[in-house]
């Protein structure tokens, strides 16, 4: 009999980056969390000592629990949200199931540090076109949806970064992780430090760095973004809205690289006509 209360890492792995994907909560102990520091893409971290104090928060909201194993902390914790008003479930075989199915798995060691607020902060430079729109979808898809984004002017970066210890990102310097390298732009980078290497995301990578480096024969699709990228660009003087308009245009992209890439379109329609079914003329 299927669980009313369980949730299978195959069904959640259709679902992660997607902007429809449930409330990922991890609440492994500090112990068993230190053996594997790593989370299912997109998840946050909490404990299940205080879930009466944070959990109200999720009233309404579809919620996925993840301990160690998927035993007693996440089916009690997602117990504790259904009461508090969540479409709770918990994670069948926990981090540990979803670790030897061979998904993917963020390395917390390259996520910046949380805020008292638990988010991350990022700064780049102003005017965004294509990577500096990537990234911020990637990481609030994938990484820390609550993510934080800085557009400053491009003089000021390091200086905001270190006044209010933010991190950079596609910005040039040798000395910034976060930023091209070599052939490849700041979003090949941040798919393979995080860890999130699905073929999805590769192709989406191709795209992304043959519309960010002029190069569009990496993929038919590079230009188009572009295209749409510089569209968007001088739509919105508002760089934080351009990135939220923008969000749709990446989860499109993501969604057909999932699993659309093989379907195609054609007009007119291949489809015989009404006169060749009816054998003649249509009176």
């Given amino acids: 009999m299927l669980s009313t209360t369980s949730f299978s890492p195959e069904k959640l792995s259709r679902l992660i980056g ?14 068993d969390f230190a053996l594997d520091p790593r989370l299912v893409p997109g998840s946050i971290r909490r404990s299940h000592e205080d879930v009466a104090m944070w959990g109200p928060a999720h009233a309404g909201q579809d919620v996925i629990v993840i301990c160690q194993k998927g035993l007693k902390l996440s089916e009690g914790v997602a117990g504790w949200l259904r009461h508090l008003g969540a479409r709770a479930r918990n994670l069948e075989g926990g981090a540990m199931g979803w670790a030897r199915a ?16 638990g988010s991350t902060l990022w700064v780049t ?12 979808w990637l990481i609030r898809r994938f ?3 609550s993510a934080v984004f800085l557009f400053v002017s491009p003089p000021e970066v390091r200086g905001v970064a270190e006044r209010f210890d933010a991190t950079s990102f596609d ?31 590769h192709r989406l990578a191709t795209i992304v760095r043959g519309a960010d480096t002029a190069r569009p024969e990496l993929a038919p699709e590079a230009a188009g ?21 923008s969000m749709l245009v990446y989860d499109a992209l993501y969604r057909w690289c999932s699993n659309a890439t093989d379907e195609t379109h054609n007009w007119p329609s291949a489809k015989p006509s009404v006169e060749a079914r009816s054998g003649g003329a249509v009176s």
């Fill in 18 to 31: 997607r902007p429809d994907c449930p409330v990922l909560i991890d609440v492994c102990t500090q112990a």
């Fill in 102 to 117: 061979g998904l993917p798995m963020v390395a917390t060691a390259k996520v910046p540090d949380r805020r008292a607020d």
């Fill in 125 to 136: 430079r102003s005017r965004p076109k294509i990577d500096r729109i990537a990234c911020p």
């Fill in 143 to 145: 990484v820390d949806p």
């Fill in 171 to 201: 910005v040039e310097g040798e000395d910034q992780f976060w930023s091209h390298r070599g052939e490849l732009c700041t979003f090949d980078v941040m798919v393979a430090e995080f860890g999130l290497g699905s073929n999805a995301l």
């Fill in 225 to 245: 973004l572009l295209a749409v990228s510089l569209g968007l660009s001088r739509m919105f003087s508002d760089d934080l809205r351009q990135l939220e308009a």
